[in-house]
């Protein structure tokens, strides 16, 4: 069975995905990043079974997209990861597969108006979830340079944080992602090969939607969800999220006698030379994957 979606996002990893997940007929499966439903679809291709899939986004227009998959009797969750994650721990739910894709979709950043990439110009936003109040025109105009300091050196892994958080306080206010690129790039080396932006728009990205907390408290709850024998997938976009997935999925998976995870992946799956050509932004993706006992 396969459903369309309304984007182009091409789902990443897709056949290590696969590989890995092992779908059988009739197995169950939760997304917990289900985006536009790529990953869903090529899964539901070999379970058959749309009414044991739980998909869960926080951002309301891939929900809008997943329609077709509610319609054909998956349960939708509108919610960040780790609420839906102790919601269904709480009703005792377990699953055989579980994915979660913590990249940042093709229609986020393609469209300026939600704030996350500065190739175009658009407000300073960056929300995933578009009901919540922080925005990173909040964290840019308001924060002190300590405090901007401290989120661009720890989630941008930003050498010259310090220098660009005094001068985004000297600038400010900024209204759009442009204005800040711009001041940021002012104060930059030249000659770099990425936009000198980058690691700074990381950082805000991170910091508006609380990633790495949200997913450091989320880990232990996904192993939870796994039925035994149960497989998980974690794609990971940048080395913060893969070493925290890494001693994670390591806690529970080491050589202990109580250890009830078993590695599947020694060292994280990369995309291939054929799939960067099509897909560029699979470029920095990284696939954990493990099985439970």
């Excluded at 974690?234 to 998976?253: M, P, T």
């Amino acid at each position: 069975m396969h459903l369309e979606n309304q984007s182009q996002h091409i789902p990443v990893l897709l056949q290590p995905v696969l590989q890995y997940l092992s779908p059988k007929q009739g197995e169950s499966y939760l997304d917990l990043t289900a985006g536009y439903g790529g990953h869903a679809s090529a899964v539901l291709e070999q379970t058959k079974t749309p009414e044991r899939m739980t998909l869960v986004d926080r951002d309301s227009n891939a929900i809008a997209a997943l329609d077709d998959f509610k319609r054909s009797g998956a349960t939708l969750v509108h919610s960040n990861f780790l609420e839906a994650s102790q919601q269904l721990v709480a009703t005792g739910k377990q699953y055989d597969m579980i994915l979660a894709d913590l990249g940042i979709s093709s229609p986020h950043i393609d469209n300026a108006s939600r704030g996350f990439a500065f190739g175009q110009d658009g407000p300073l936003d960056m929300r995933m979830d578009q009901r919540q109040e922080l925005t990173a025109a909040t964290v840019v105009n308001t924060y002190s340079v300590d405090d901007l300091t401290q989120i661009i050196r720890a989630y941008g892994e930003e050498p010259r944080a310090y220098t660009i958080a005094k001068a985004i306080v000297a600038a400010r206010p900024f209204a759009t992602t442009k204005e800040l690129a711009e001041t940021i790039r002012s104060v930059m080396p030249k000659g770099s090969k990425t936009h000198p932006a980058t690691k700074t728009f990381q950082a805000l990205r991170i910091a508006v939607n609380d990633e790495l907390e949200l997913l450091r408290a989320s880990v232990p709850l996904w192993l939870e969800l796994l039925a035994p024998g149960g497989r998980i997938g974690i794609i990971s976009f940048h080395s913060l999220e893969d070493r925290l997935v890494k001693q994670a999925l390591q806690e529970r998976a080491g050589e202990r006698y109580d250890a009830d995870m078993r590695l599947l992946t020694k060292r994280p799956i990369v995309a291939d030379h054929t799939e960067i050509v099509f897909n560029p932004r699979a470029r920095s993706a990284k696939l954990r994957a493990a099985v439970k006992k």
